[in-house]
């Protein structure tokens, strides 16, 4: 059964940084995407970031600039380091992963709080 396991989640002051790791267990085949999506209390969930198997990335508007998205491929692991965040920033954040003949997966979600 395929598992994601999300970590690095807290509480920071504006203009802190945050690094949030995404590890993909329970699966013999790659990762061909991992994404990262936050929801805000009262807000659909929404994409922040994403990167395929080749390295290429994609930003939500918002995090462009401020957010990088990595991945280890032989540990199927992705990172997000969040760098200038602002209390806007503020949701639980999703680890979302497209598995090779597996389909999409979710984390359990983990808790960024960014204080004014």
């Known amino acids: 059964q395929v598992q994601l396991v999300e970590s690095g989640g807290g509480l920071v002051q504006a203009g802190g940084s945050l690094r949030l790791s995404c590890a993909a267990s329970g699966t013999p085949y790659r990762v061909n995407a991992f994404g990262w999506y936050r929801q805000a209390p009262g807000k659909q969930r929404e994409l922040v970031a994403t990167i395929r198997g080749s390295g290429s990335t994609n930003y939500a508007e918002s995090v462009e600039g401020r957010f990088t998205i990595s991945r280890d491929n032989a540990r199927n692991r992705v990172s997000l380091l969040m760098n200038s965040l602002k209390p806007e920033d503020t949701a639980v954040y999703y680890c979302?992963?497209?598995?090779?003949?597996?389909?999409?997966?979710w984390g359990q979600g983990t808790q960024v709080t960014v204080s004014s």
């Open positions: 979302n992963a497209e598995i090779l003949f597996g389909g999409t997966h």
